[in-house]
């Protein structure tokens, strides 16, 4: 929740360290090595906040050095008329082939846990 | 060294909220609008003018959302309607659980037309989900007419753009039409409508396009 959090990077980065406790609920120290993450580059989060903030929340916990490795996911369209999917680079928002603008955005808005990595 | 599948979504708890408000706001049969746009683009002028404007049609209740303070809602409570305020301390844009929390506190009224006032901010609002049926988003003339571009998400995410303070374009540098223009490029299927709350221009087309939503 957003309680005297103030930026949204804050949020999700709790939001993040919220589901690694569902996985890994007693981490033993220093055990938790990454925790991959997909973000859309249409999703406005800023990944270099959302870093520090992920270190900074997990300072003095179990989860200490854990690291927040971020994949930034394309924007990708669906095209109505080539019926096919396209890279594409916002703003602008239509196929790069025929420059129609009936598109469906397909990828880019996702913002996902993928996997945690553990040392053994 | 050893993987764990995880595969989650970030927001979930968050969406998985808005889903249970889009649920109650279905039982009570309302429409509801969660309205977006930078800080002092009129959104709270746009829900006074349609509340004054609709007052013999249907009735409406308002949840708004700030950083700080409760002006906005001692605003609207003057039109005598149901209004909750929720003050984010600092937060940049509203979750699922505050706007139930705040429906909780209101829902007991009569009311067909919900409004969600979100904290004024053109970037975080827009991946919340709060179980609104749609996004309004309001950008004023005196902005200027690149936001849409500059801000994408918003702008793809919204069902409706309300265009503000069109009595101010002959002093300020903004082109209508490329505003226009520039909108409909990132999200062709953009209900735009162009208003003043000042003269009261484009008011009653915008509350026509609301009437059309309402089911009864």
Known sequence: MVNNTTMHELSVAQEILGIVNQYVPEPKSNNIKSVKVSIGKLSNILTDSLIFCFEAIIGDTALKGAKLEIIETPVKIGCASCKKEYEIEPPIFACPICGNNQIKIVSGTELHVDEIELFD | ?216
Not at chain 2, 111 to 119: D, G, K
């Open chain 2, 1 to 216: 060294m050893s993987v764990i599948t995880v595969e989650r979504k970030v927001l979930e708890k968050n969406d998985a909220i808005a889903q249970q408000n889009r649920d109650s706001f279905k039982k009570k049969n309302l429409f509801t609008m969660n309205l977006v746009s930078s800080p002092g683009s009129g959104k709270t002028s746009i829900v006074e003018r349609t509340i004054h404007n609709t007052k013999d049609k249907f009735k409406i209740a308002v949840i708004e959302g700030d950083v700080q303070t409760s002006l906005d809602a001692q605003r609207v409570d003057a039109y005598g309607v149901p209004v909750v305020q929720i003050v984010t301390q600092g937060a940049c844009h509203l979750e699922a659980g505050l706007v139930r929390d705040a429906f909780g506190q209101i829902e007991k009224n009569n009311f067909e037309i919900l409004f969600i006032e979100n904290v004024g901010n053109l970037v975080c609002p827009a991946g919340y989900d709060l179980g609104e049926d749609l996004k309004v988003v309001i950008v004023s003339t005196t902005e200027g007419d690149d936001k849409p571009l500059k801000y994408p998400a918003m702008f793809r995410n919204a069902s409706a753009l309300i265009i503000n303070k069109i009595d101010l374009v002959p002093y300020v540098n903004c082109s209508l039409e490329t505003l226009e223009k520039n909108s409909l490029s990132i999200n062709p299927s953009l209900h735009i409508f162009k208003t003043s709350c000042t003269t009261d221009e484009g008011i009653a087309e915008w509350c026509e396009w609301i009437s059309s939503k309402i089911t009864r």
